[in-house]
Structure formats: C-alpha cells, structure tokens
Nanobody
Framework: QVQLVESGGGLVHPGGSLRLSCVVSGFTSGAYPMMWYRQAPVKERKLVSTISSVDAGDTKTYADSMKGRFTISRDNAKNTLYLQMNSLKYEDTAVYYC?????????WGQGTQVTVSS
C-alpha cells in the first residue's frame, strides 16, 4: 500500500526555519520524481519544488519565490523526502503536501500545516 506521510510543520516566526519530512511507504521513492506542493487558505494548490528520480540525477527545481530559501532533498535509505525551509515569510503560511505520480496514479500525503506568524 502506497503511503506518503508528512510531518515537521508548525508555528514559526518570520525569518525562522522548518524542515518538513515525507516518509514514503509502498514503493522506492528514489525511483520516481517527488514534489512538494502547498496550499494557502482560499488559494489553489501550487508547486513548491521538485526532485527528479535518482536515475535522472536528483535534479532539483524550485518555484521562483522559494529559490535560495528552500532546499529539497531525499534520503533513499530512509525512503524519505525533505524540504528545508529557511528565511520563512508570512506568505509561506500554507498546508504543505508531498506528491508523486506512478503508473498514472496520483499520490498525496495528508499535509502538514506551516504557519509563519509573529
């Protein structure tokens, strides 16, 4: 059974940092591209970052507003995806989801809430 389980969200002050984790079960995450999305209140879900499969070189991409602040990575031994978020801003407040697509099926985690507030 495929499962993606996020954790690591919370309340943080502007300028602070958080590291999100997404534990994958049911398949080898390194064999597929993995993504982080986020959804702010009353807004559409948006792509934050992508990491390609290991075979494709673990190539990383970021939305423009996250470049230089967020870092996506994975630990293949732990089958876990990470998102290191630094210099957090009020506008980063959202529910963050990990996602992948394999064999024409979309898989989403349940999400983890990140709130940036003073």
């Amino acid at each position: 059974q495929v499962q993606l389980v996020e954790s690591g969200g919370g309340l943080v002050h502007p300028g602070g940092s958080l590291r999100l984790s997404c534990v994958v079960s049911g398949f080898t995450s390194g064999a597929y591209p993995m993504m982080w999305y986020r959804q702010a209140p009353v807004k559409e879900r948006k792509l934050v970052s992508t990491i390609s499969s290991v075979d494709a070189g673990d190539t990383k991409t970021y939305a423009d507003s996250m470049k230089g602040r967020f870092t996506i990575s994975r630990d293949n031994a732990k089958n876990t995806l990470y998102l290191q978020m630094n210099s957090l801003k009020y506008e980063d407040t959202a529910v963050y989801y990990c996602y992948t697509r394999r064999f024409l099926t979309d898989y989403w985690g349940q999400g983890t809430q990140v709130t940036v507030s003073s």
